[in-house]
């Protein structure tokens, strides 16, 4: 069992994710936690200084796990401040795709989730380091980040709003002409979209990478060499994988990237602007995770 008698666990609680009041989910965790033998906090997100706060809660409180309640950005938040430490991660998904979740195997239940808490498997896995942040699934530049800024700004909602934008990423993509060095070896593609993918699907179930291990010691760089609207749309349905005769996926433990021009560039579904260079390194089991039982990670 990942947890002792008299544990601690600091619950991270993201309030807006998924769009739904977490007050509900609150009084499960509350509830669920009384009869065990575990002290538990919990720790509500605000938006304004969550890095630092979390940072304080785990100096101060000292817990032998955190469990981010939310999406992929609260488990992102979550194991950026565990990252090599000997601290448990824990998860209850709540966010809109739950892109991790889904990679990892959990129950759409939190009632589920919170079993696993207590019976779960203690696993660790890879982080990737990609200019300065840190990613456990799926980041890349080109069409889908610029897709994610489109999406961001628009006042549309929703798989239509998503399908709207796609057609304006499609109206407006540029090729990519890429300069990609992988563990010291040099090529030169041109993309609409390059992926470095430490996981291997999107969170609606589209498989970009076919090859994903999380605890492999690798990631994943797949160069879309041609990308369609319905390739686009792959992303908010839940087909079984991209064409793979349009895809070329290399392994590495570290990459750089050139490109002739600055792109749009995103980590785990946060745009973060445009970028002409990226460096990527793998972080070898360096997140100590609770996951399902029997999971094949």
Known sequence: MPLSPGSR???????????????????????????????TELFTLSGKDDESSLQYWIKDWKPDMVVAV????????????LADTNILTGLIPAGSAN?????????????????????GDDKAIDLVEINDHLSIHLSDIGMNAQLIKYFEDSDHRGKW??????????????????TITLDGKTIRRNALMIVVANASKYGTGAVINPEGDISDGRFEVIVMKRLSLWEILKMLCNVSRFDKRKTEILQAKELTIKLKKPAHFQVDGEYLGKTAALHAVIKPRSL?????????V
């Not at 100590?288 to 094949?296: E, H, Q, T």
């Open 9 to 39: 666990v600091l619950f991270v609680i993201n309030p807006i994710s998924g769009g739904q009041p977490k007050a509900s989910l609150e009084q499960v965790i509350k509830e669920h936690c009384s009869d065990k033998d575990i002290i």
């Open 70 to 81: 939310g999406g992929d950005g609260t488990l992102k938040l979550v194991a950026t401040a």
């Open 99 to 119: 892109g991790m979740a889904r990679e990892l195997g959990f129950p759409a239940t939190p009632e589920a989730c919170l079993e696993i808490l207590w019976n």
């Open 161 to 178: 709003g998503y399908m709207r934008e796609a057609w304006r990423v499609v109206a407006n993509k540029s090729q990519l002409k890429a």
């Open 288 to 296: 100590r995770m609770v996951l399902p039982v029997n999971d094949a």
